[in-house]
């Protein structure tokens, strides 16, 4: 069973930054796609950044040039260094890991970080 456990959330001034980690186990399927995800206070939870099996790197235009995405394979970690952030960004924020499993896709989430960001 796959099992996320995100740190590193915090309250931060509007400029700061925050680095974000998550420790997955439990790897054993062929994975898809590993990244963040956030949801704001009363809206849908949103694609952050996420590295696609393959190479590719996706970011939310919204972070671009501010967050970074990185992952640690040998120590099962992944990371999201966010830099110059704004009282927008303020969301909790998930770990997400995608699948192949049983011929189809499945998701897999962590239990959330809060970041707040004051102005």
């Known amino acids: 069973q796959v099992h996320l456990v995100e740190s590193g959330g915090g309250l931060v001034q509007a400029g700061g930054s925050l680095q974000l980690s998550c420790a997955a186990a439990?790897?054993?399927?062929?994975?898809?796609?590993i990244g963040w995800y956030r949801q704001p206070p009363g809206k849908q939870r949103e694609l952050v950044a996420a590295l696609i099996t393959g190479g590719d790197t996706k970011y939310a235009d919204s972070v671009k040039g501010r967050f970074t995405i990185s992952r640690d394979i040998a120590k099962n970690l992944l990371y999201l260094q966010m830099n110059n952030l704004k009282p927008e960004d303020t969301a909790v924020y998930y770990c997400?890991?995608?699948?192949?499993?049983?011929?189809?896709?499945?998701?897999?989430w962590g239990q959330g970080t809060q970041v707040t960001v004051a102005s």
């Open positions: 439990g790897l054993t399927f062929s994975i898809n796609s």
């Open positions: 997400n890991v995608q699948v192949w499993r049983g011929g189809g896709l499945e998701d897999y």
